[in-house]
C-alpha cells in the first residue's frame, strides 16, 4: 500500500471540493473493498476523502424511500419499511458477504465495489481492466465465476454485488452530487458493459459522488424476493443470482414484472426482454420459461462457465414460480 | 490520533495505513485478536466497534478514532471467563484456538443483531418480530468466522446454550444454580 493523506469531510460539498483539488483521491467508505484493493496496489490514491459519516440516514416517504449513501448495509436489511416493502432488496443484502463486512460496508461503496475475478487481483496475470491494452487471462483461465452476457473480447469479469441486482430490479434511481451539480441516474444506467475499455466501469464522472439511492413506490399487490446460487450455503459470490419483481392480477395474468440477473455480467443485468414477454401473459411454469430461454438467447459460454446458461434459466423460473406460488415475502 | 480500546484511551502517531488489526496487535499489544487472511475472508480478526461485530484488518485504524473498541481482552480474562468462553471449553468449540477470539467477539456481536431484530439470509419471515435461534439460523449468521479445525459444531452449541434472550450470556455459575 503507497502512503495518503486521510481527511474526513464534513459534508458532501466539502467532499467534492477535497477531491477536485487533488490529482489522486478516493472517497472511503467502508473500505472493504478499497483497503483490500489497496493493499494489493490494484488502487493507489495519494488521498483518502471519508465519506462513510455523510448521508447515513434513511428516509421513507409517501412514494419512495430515499437511503443514505452512507448507510450500512446491515442497517438498509434491517429497517422495518424496507423489510416489508421491498424484501428483494432485504434479501439481496443479506445473501451477500459476512455479517462483519455488512456492519461496515456502504451502500455507496457497494455500488462501486470492484470484481472479484481472480486475473483482476493477480499482478502476475493479464488484465484489461487493471492495466488496459494487456490482454485478459481470464477468457481461457479459470472462468468459472465469469459473465455469460454482455462481455467483450477485453473482459470476461462480472460485477460481484447482490444488493445492485436488487436496486436494478427495483427501478432504483441514484442520486450523485458533483462539480456541476446534482443529478440522477437509473442504477441499471450507471454500471457500464467492458467493450474495449473494462478499466472504465461507471458513468460516473470525474470526481462525482453518490449521495443515495431511491426506491420509487411498489404497488401493494407487489411480491419480491431474491435467489442466489453459489459453490457453498454462505458468504460466497453468485454464480447465478436472480432478483424478481412480480405482480399478478386475480386472473393470474402479469400485471407486471421486473427481473436482474447477478453474477452472469460486467453489471447488474436488468432482464428487460424477459420483461417485455411476460407482461400481460398468464403467469405460468412455461411462460416464465419461455422469458428466460429470451433472456438468455444471446448468452456465450466460456470453459469452465457454460453450464451458468442453463443455471440461469432455471433460476429465473424457481424464483418467479416462488413469487407467483406461495409469496415469500 | 486518539482511540479507545476495552474502555482505555490511547493516543498513538501511526502511520494512516494502519489497520485497526495492526493497531491493537502491534502497537498496544492486544494480541488476543488473531491476522489470518488479512482480507475480510476469515474473520479471525472480528473485533467490536460500539457493540457491532467487523473486520478489523479490512479496517483503517484512523477512521474508528473516538469509537469504543472491544477486543477479546475485553470481554474476559483468565480469572474471570467471559460466559461465551467458559462455553467454549465446554464444548470443544475449538482444537488450535486461533479462530476463537474472532469467534467470541463475532457471536457476541451477533447476540445484538437478534436483539435488534436483524434478520438473516435464511430467515424465513423478513416481517417477524423476534427471530428463532435455530442451529441453521446461527450457522449463517455465523458463516463469516471460519474455523480451519472444523469445530463449528462445538462453536454453534456452545454459543445456543450460552445465549438468553435480552441480548446478554448466562455463565455457568448461573446455569448450575438454574438446574
Redesign the interface.
Known amino acids: ?1 503507497i ?4 481527511a474526513r469531510a464534513a459534508s458532501a460539498s466539502e467532499a467534492i471540493a477535497s477531491a477536485a483539488s487533488q490529482a489522486h483521491a478516493k472517497y ?1 467508505g ?3 473493498n478499497l ?2 484493493l489497496m ?1 494489493e496496489n490494484i488502487e493507489e490514491p495519494t488521498a ?1 476523502i ?1 465519506v ?1 459519516t455523510l448521508s447515513d440516514t434513511i428516509d421513507v416517504r409517501d412514494d419512495s424511500i430515499l437511503i443514505g449513501a452512507g448507510v450500512k448495509n ?1 442497517a438498509v ?2 429497517h ?1 419499511a424496507i ?2 416493502r421491498y ?1 428483494v432488496l ?2 439481496a443484502i ?2 451477500g ?5 455488512r ?2 460496508a456502504s451502500v455507496g461503496g457497494n455500488i462501486l465495489q470492484r470484481t472479484r475475478c481472480t486475473y483482476f487481483y493477480d499482478d502476475a496475470a493479464h488484465c484489461n481492466k487493471r492495466r488496459p491494452g494487456t490482454g485478459c487471462d481470464a477468457r481461457d483461465g479459470f472462468n468459472r465465476n465469469h459473465a455469460i452476457l454482455g462481455a467483450s473480447p477485453a473482459c470476461v469479469a462480472t460485477h460481484p454485488s447482490d444488493m445492485c441486482v436488487a436496486l436494478a430490479a427495483l427501478d432504483a434511481t441514484v442520486h450523485l452530487r458533483g462539480a456541476d451539480g446534482d443529478r440522477t441516474m437509473k442504477l441499471v444506467d450507471l454500471h457500464r458493459l467492458p467493450g474495449g475499455r473494462p478499466d472504465i466501469e461507471t458513468e460516473l464522472r470525474q470526481g462525482e459522488l453518490i449521495t443515495a439511492v431511491e426506491l420509487p413506490a411498489l404497488p401493494s399487490s407487489t411480491r419480491s424476493t431474491y435467489r ?1 446460487v453459489r459453490d457453498r ?3 460466497a459470490f453468485a454464480l447465478v443470482s436472480v432478483a424478481a419483481v412480480l405482480d399478478v392480477d386475480d386472473a393470474s395474468h402479469i400485471r407486471d414484472v421486473r427481473l436482474a440477473l447477478g453474477g452472469v455480467a460486467h453489471k447488474p443485468w436488468r432482464a428487460f426482454a424477459a420483461e417485455a414477454a411476460l407482461r400481460g401473459r398468464p403467469a405460468t411454469q412455461a411462460n416464465f420459461r419461455d422469458a428466460a430461454e429470451i433472456e438468455l438467447k444471446d448468452a456465450a459460454g466460456l470453459r469452465y462457465n457454460t453450464f451458468k446458461i442453463e443455471l440461469a434459466k432455471r433460476t429465473i423460473v424457481a424464483t418467479l414460480s416462488e413469487l407467483n406460488g406461495r409469496g ?2 | 490520533m486518539q482511540f479507545i480500546i476495552n474502555g482505555q484511551d490511547h493516543a498513538l502517531d501511526l ?3 494502519t ?1 485497526l488489526l495492526d493497531l491493537v496487535r502491534d502497537h498496544l499489544l492486544l494480541t488476543g485478536t488473531k491476522k489470518g487472511c ?3 475472508a476469515c ?1 479471525a480478526c ?1 473485533v467490536l466497534v460500539d457493540g ?4 478489523s484488518c ?3 485504524a ?2 474508528y478514532q473516538g469509537r469504543a473498541i472491544t477486543t477479546i481482552e475485553g470481554l474476559g480474562s483468565t480469572k474471570a471467563l467471559h460466559p461465551l468462553q467458559q462455553a467454549f471449553i465446554e464444548h470443544d468449540g475449538f482444537q488450535c484456538g486461533y479462530c476463537t477470539p474472532g469467534q467470541i467477539c ?1 457471536a457476541v ?2 447476540t445484538a ?1 437478534i436483539e ?6 435464511i ?2 419471515d ?2 417477524a418480530e423476534t427471530i428463532q435461534l435455530t442451529h441453521d439460523e446461527l ?3 455465523m ?3 471460519l474455523c480451519r479445525c472444523g469445530a463449528h459444531n462445538g462453536i454453534i452449541g456452545a454459543i445456543q446454550d450460552s445465549f438468553v434472550e435480552g441480548g446478554d450470556f448466562k455463565n455457568n455459575d448461573a446455569k448450575e444454580a438454574a438446574e
Open positions: 500500500m502512503a495518503f493523506d486521510y472511503l467502508g473500505g472493504t483497503i483490500d493493499r483518502l471519508d462513510s446491515t436489511a434491517a422495518r423489510r416489508q424484501p432485504a434479501r443479506l445473501a458477504a459476512s455479517a462483519q463486512i456492519n461496515m442466489k450455503a454462505s458468504y415469500r415475502s | 502511520d494512516s495505513r489497520s488479512n482480507q475480510g474473520g472480528t457491532e461485530r467487523i473486520n479490512l479496517a483503517l484512523v477512521q463475532s456481536g451477533m443483531e435488534h431484530g436483524v434478520p438473516s439470509a430467515t424465513e423478513l416481517t450457522r449463517e449468521r458463516s463469516g468466522n
